[in-house]
C-alpha cells in the first residue's frame, strides 16, 4: 500500500512539472503583412536622418528591369516605443539597436512564425550606417528570399491541375488554379492569369544543351533565343490583319533593347541557371512591360529548360506581379 501511494505521488508531481512547463511554453502566432513590405523599428528623429537614409537607399533602391522606378521593398517606420502587439506580427522586421556592441544578427520567429528578423546593433550613427552599407545586399536577399516563399505558400492554398506540363517537360512548378493554359504547341507553355489592369504569365519550353554556349555573347544568345519563341507563339491583338494596302499586320513579341537587358548567373534549385531581366513590347501594337527569364541548366537531361514570366498591368506597379512570377519559376522541380 505504501508502495503504491509513492507511485500515485510521483506521477502526479510529474504530470504537474509536465502541465506547468507546457503552460509555460511560448505561443508564436502566425505572421502577417503585405507582400514586400519591411517594418523598421527605428526612432523618428533616427529614421528621418542620416541612419535613415542609408536604410532607404539598401531596401528602397530602385528594382531593376521594371518600366518605372519601384522601391525593392515598402518600408514602415515603427519608433521602438509602440512595436507591440499587433504590429510585432509583421513577416519582415528591421530593428536598429543603438548604445550596444557592433553586429549584424539574422533571427527566425522571434515574435511570430514564420518569420525573419534582423537586428543591426552599433555605439553610434556611423557604425550602424557602415553596417547596414557592408550588409545590404544580404539583408535585400534575405527579405526576398522570405517574401518568394510566402507568395509560394499563398499559392499552394489552391494549386492547379495541369498535369501535362509535367508529362511533356517531365518538370513541376507551383502555381494557383487562376491560371490557365494560354496556347500548348508542341513543347511550349504559354500560361496566363487575368488580373484587374491586364495579365501576368509564362512561356516555358525546352532547348538543346548546345544551345546557349558559356561564352562573352550570351546575353545576345539568351535574347535571340526569347525572341525567336517569342515570335512564334506571343502574337499581338492585329497580327495577321490587313492593312488599308493589303498587306498584312504583323505583330509578336519582342525584347525591348533601348532598355538594356541585364543577365547574371544564378542558381534555381540548386540547378545553374542564367537570369535575365528587361522589358518587352509588342511589334505593331501598345503593350509591354517586364520580364525575367530563366535558362536552367538541366545536364541529367541534356538540354535547359526555361521559364519566363512576364507581366502587362499599364498604369499601376508591377514589382509584386514580378515577385509571384519569380516565386512561380523558382519553385520548379525537374524529374
Not at 23 to 49: A, P, R
Amino acid at each position: 500500500m505504501k508502495n503504491l501511494f509513492v507511485s500515485i505521488l510521483t506521477l502526479l508531481l510529474v504530470v504537474s512539472c509536465g502541465d506547468k512547463k507546457s503552460s509555460e511554453k511560448k505561443i508564436v502566432l502566425d505572421s502577417s503583412g503585405n507582400i514586400n513590405n519591411v517594418s523598421v523599428i527605428l526612432e523618428n528623429d533616427l529614421w528621418d536622418g542620416s541612419i535613415g537614409d542609408a536604410i532607404r537607399n539598401v531596401l528602397a533602391a530602385p528594382l531593376y528591369g521594371l518600366p518605372q522606378d519601384e522601391p525593392t521593398f515598402t518600408l514602415s517606420q515603427i519608433p521602438p516605443s509602440v512595436f507591440s502587439g499587433f504590429v510585432t506580427k509583421n513577416r519582415t522586421i528591421l530593428k536598429i539597436e543603438m548604445n550596444k556592441e557592433a553586429a549584424v544578427q539574422y533571427l527566425d520567429n522571434v515574435y511570430a512564425q514564420p518569420q525573419k528578423v534582423i537586428v543591426v546593433s552599433g555605439k553610434d550613427r556611423s557604425e550602424i550606417i557602415n553596417l547596414i552599407n557592408e550588409n545590404g545586399s544580404k539583408i535585400v536577399e534575405t527579405f526576398k528570399a522570405m517574401e518568394l516563399k510566402a507568395r509560394q505558400r499563398q499559392m499552394a492554398k489552391s494549386p492547379h491541375k495541369f498535369d501535362v506540363i509535367k508529362q511533356k517537360l517531365e518538370l513541376t512548378l507551383q502555381f494557383d488554379a487562376a491560371y490557365f493554359i494560354a496556347r500548348e504547341a508542341d513543347d511550349f507553355f504559354w500560361i496566363r492569369k487575368d488580373i484587374t489592369t491586364g495579365t501576368t504569365n509564362l512561356m516555358i519550353y525546352e532547348l538543346p544543351y548546345s544551345a546557349i554556349k558559356d561564352n562573352d555573347s550570351v546575353v545576345n544568345e539568351i535574347i535571340k533565343i526569347r525572341d525567336s519563341v517569342a515570335k512564334k507563339y506571343i502574337k499581338g491583338r492585329q497580327d495577321g490583319e490587313l492593312k488599308a494596302n493589303g498587306e498584312k499586320i504583323e505583330s509578336y513579341m519582342t525584347t525591348e533593347m533601348a532598355y538594356a537587358p541585364f543577365v547574371t548567373e544564378t542558381t534555381v534549385n540548386d540547378l545553374m541557371a542564367i537570369e535575365t531581366r528587361g522589358i518587352w513590347d509588342l511589334k505593331n501594337d501598345f503593350m509591354g512591360g517586364p520580364f525575367l527569364n530563366y535558362a536552367i541548366e538541366d545536364k541529367k537531361n541534356n538540354r535547359w529548360v526555361v521559364i519566363e514570366g512576364f507581366a502587362f498591368a499599364p498604369s499601376v506597379e508591377k514589382r509584386d506581379y514580378m515577385l509571384e512570377l519569380e516565386s512561380i519559376v523558382k519553385s520548379v522541380k525537374i524529374n
